[in-house]
């Protein structure tokens, strides 16, 4: 399943939050790297429709978004805000089951296939076994890994993950990761945006680097991710013969 975004550019209010990007998702695990407010989540909603664009358009194999009923895309792309959601009440089966929504009968009512993909998914994040407990008794990194399991019963190709690991601790930012990996082995295509350099050396095949809403470098990462990049990625004020450990 292929992305492709042209000449994509969003400016409410005449403030240029994206301007005029363009490229090509084939494969692989793409991270979207940037500073905070660099247009990273901007893209990620506009890729997922939540918003539309100013100008230009996103195409999900070759057909533009704009064109494909909410309904229907949530079949194709599983979206993992990095707002959390004030949700209480709810078990972990239930949140998890929410995942579900875009496959109900006119009843409103779910086959044995989604009882099935809701069970499998908590086995897979490893919650299984608390699936009767109360979402309020999670813990910051168990409901961000309970949203992993959420998307994981959606069952689309394509899972955007919008900052995954902001404010986890080391343990859990390393549950997320070794989560996404296992969901790149399943075969879907991970997006991901992140100011995170170090996670996005761990976890990426190809990253895009963002600034200011401009796209400034692409490439897989090993080319990408260059002293000299994440210095002008970052603004970083480094002088001439400062050391810089990036990784």
């Given at each position: 399943m292929s992305i492709k975004i042209k000449k994509l550019s969003y400016s409410p209010n005449n403030i240029n939050v994206l301007d005029n990007i363009?490229?090509?998702?084939?494969?692989?695990t793409t991270t979207f790297l940037g500073?905070?407010?660099?247009?990273?989540?901007?893209?990620?909603?506009?890729?997922?429709?939540?918003?539309?664009?100013?100008?230009?358009e996103v195409l999900i194999n070759d057909i533009n978004v704009k064109d494909i009923k909410k309904y229907d895309l949530s079949k194709l792309i599983t979206y993992i805000s990095q707002d959390r959601e004030n949700i209480q009440g709810f078990t972990v089966f239930e949140y998890a089951e929410m995942g579900r929504f875009p496959y109900q009968n006119f009843y409103g009512k779910?086959?044995?296939k989604s009882l099935e993909a809701i069970e499998n998914s908590l086995?897979?994040?490893?919650?299984?076994?608390?699936?009767?407990?109360?979402?309020?008794?999670?813990?910051?990194?168990?409901?961000?890994?309970?949203?992993?399991?959420?998307?994981?019963?959606?069952?689309?190709?394509?899972?955007?993950?919008?900052?995954?690991?902001?404010?986890?601790?080391?343990?859990?930012?390393?549950?997320?990761?070794?989560?996404?990996?296992?969901?790149?082995?399943?075969?879907?295509?991970?997006?991901i945006s992140t100011h995170d350099i170090n996670f996005a050396e761990s976890i990426s095949d190809f990253i895009f680097m963002i600034k200011e809403g401009k796209l400034i470098y692409s490439d897989i990462k090993e080319k990408a991710l260059t002293k000299e990049n994440i210095i002008d990625c970052y603004d970083l004020d480094i002088y001439e013969g400062t050391e810089i450990k990036l990784f």
């Open positions: 363009s490229l090509d998702i084939n494969g692989g500073q905070n407010g660099s247009g990273k989540t901007t893209l990620m909603k506009l890729i997922s429709k939540l918003i539309d664009p100013t100008n230009g779910y086959d044995n086995r897979i994040v490893n919650l299984y076994k608390r699936r009767d407990d109360l979402v309020n008794n999670l813990s910051g990194g168990e409901m961000q890994i309970l949203r992993i399991a959420r998307a994981l019963t959606q069952d689309t190709e394509i899972i955007l993950f919008d900052e995954p690991t902001s404010n986890l601790d080391i343990k859990n930012t390393k549950r997320v990761k070794d989560l996404i990996l296992k969901l790149k082995d399943l075969g879907k295509k991970i997006l």
